[in-house]
């Protein structure tokens, strides 16, 4: 799977996928490299589109549309931060009665 990984490195960095870098980005990721894979990937990647196959091959997700706060939402919020003021409060009047 690390040759795979190095090869679509390669593609992303719009760098040629040869042998030389793939051997140099293995070997950079600590991987024992295996001159026979990383032959044998080369010449199955030669002809090969790879952004097409990636886009046939990923998934889209669908995207939920965005929509505004409802009203439960905002009242929800307003409600935590008048409680989060009242805490600070107490704790005001806590240590102005220690050292008041």
């Given at each position: 799977m690390e040759y795979v990984y190095a090869a679509l490195l390669l593609h992303?960095?719009?760098?040629?996928?040869?042998?030389?870098?793939m051997k140099r980005i293995l070997e950079a990721a600590g991987v024992q490299v295996n001159d026979a894979k990383v032959k044998a990937l080369i010449s199955s990647l030669e002809g090969v589109n790879i952004d097409d196959i990636l886009?046939?091959?990923l998934p889209v997700a669908p995207t939920a549309p965005v929509t505004a706060p409802s009203e439960e939402k905002k009242e929800k919020e307003e409600k935590k931060e008048e409680k989060k003021e009242e805490k600070k409060e107490e704790a005001a009047a806590g240590l102005a009665a220690l050292f008041g």
């Open positions: 992303s960095a719009g760098r040629k996928i040869d042998e030389d870098s886009k046939e091959s």
